[in-house]
């Protein structure tokens, strides 16, 4: 395969939505917030037009052009982020514990008691921005950073991840069951 001289990537940008990028340090600002990311690691131009962000390379190696689609979906993450926003929804699964939640807003964290009959609770961090929402054997994260919201969800995933006994038979855990953008 022949090297191409350029590898370009364009995200476009909706109404409502503005973006702007000054020594590859974008900012995303919507109806829902604002989000900042530092992209300048990236070995890429990246120009705002009217309705789309062109984001290039020229003559890149096989780095080089991953690393321009990365740069793309970060900055289509963050615009659809601003936009819309992102919502997860996570489910409880026990066999014979019932498990209790209790969200605390103030230290960012979330308490899982009775976890498979254990006295202490587990404590899980909140990541950002994200809120939290502890309804029954339902748990709904929702915030504008799709890093910030997956990463809590994969906080809470792990936390209830049961080790030394066959995954087949201890089913027992928090696991998601639906992604979805909008809040």
């Known amino acids: 395969m022949a090297p191409t001289e350029l590898v370009e990537r364009i995200v476009e940008i909706p109404q409502g939505v503005s973006v702007e990028i000054s020594d590859r340090k974008v900012k995303a600002s919507g109806p829902k917030g604002t989000l900042e990311e530092d992209l300048s690691h990236i070995p890429c131009t990246m120009e705002v037009e009217k309705e789309h962000v062109r984001i290039r390379s020229s003559w890149p190696r096989k780095e080089d052009i991953a690393m321009v689609g990365t740069a793309a979906a970060k900055i289509r993450n963050m615009v659809k982020g601003v936009n819309v926003g992102f919502t997860f929804k996570m ?3 026990h066999a014979h514990f019932p498990v209790t939640l209790k969200v605390i807003d103030k230290e960012r964290k979330l308490l899982i008691e009775n ?6 609770a587990r404590v899980v961090r909140i990541v950002g921005d994200s809120k939290v929402k502890a309804a029954g054997d339902e748990i709904v994260i929702q915030g504008i950073s799709l890093q910030d919201v997956s990463q809590t969800a994969a906080n809470i995933e792990q936390s209830t991840k049961i080790k ?5 038979v201890f089913l027992d855990g928090i696991y998601v069951f639906e992604r979805k953008e909008g809040m």
């Open 91 to 93: 489910k409880v699964v």
């Open 115 to 120: 976890f498979t009959g254990e006295k202490t």
């Open 164 to 168: 030394d006994k066959d995954q087949r």
